[in-house]
């Protein structure tokens, strides 16, 4: 299903998966999220699994969050971890903590703050 070679049929698979909250996809969605060479599935995959919610997703989140070479993915896979609750104040979130800071850091190399001190990319 999600091997399909049209990116425009993988994409539309994976952001339906997501509306529709389908557990069984689970697998599926960590698979490319990880593992689709194309950018755009796997920023879906990581909002799939967000709107999905299940907790169990939360090594594949961590492993995008902290190891994609994309932005874009990172910050999905971020948001996704805080839509389910995996990030906790006192817990021990230090690789959480290095790869926003890491973030941070890129995105003020890449890019400028707008009015909100919100960092845009230029």
């Known amino acids: 299903m999600l091997k399909d070679t049209s990116l425009s049929v ?3 698979i994976v ?3 997501g509306e529709i909250g389908y557990p069984e ?3 599926s969605l960590c698979i490319a999220l990880l593992e689709d060479k194309n950018i755009n599935i796997r920023e879906k995959a990581a909002e799939a ?3 999905i919610g299940d907790p169990k997703v939360a090594d594949a989140l961590s492993k995008a969050l902290l190891n994609d070479k994309n932005r874009n993915v990172r910050r999905k ?5 805080g839509k389910i609750g995996n990030y906790s104040p006192g817990a021990d979130n230090r690789k959480f903590d290095r790869a926003a800071k890491n ?3 890129s995105d003020k190399r890449n ?6 001190g919100t960092n ?3």
Do not use: F, M, T, W
Not at 77 to 81: H, V
Not at 111 to 116: A, I, K, M, P, V
């Open 10 to 12: 993988r994409k539309k």
């Open 15 to 17: 952001v339906a998966l």
């Open 25 to 27: 996809a689970i697998p």
């Open 49 to 51: 699994l967000g709107k």
């Open 77 to 81: 896979s971020a948001e996704a971890l």
């Open 103 to 105: 973030q941070r850091q």
């Open 111 to 116: 890019g400028c703050q707008d009015s909100h």
């Open 120 to 122: 845009r990319q230029i």
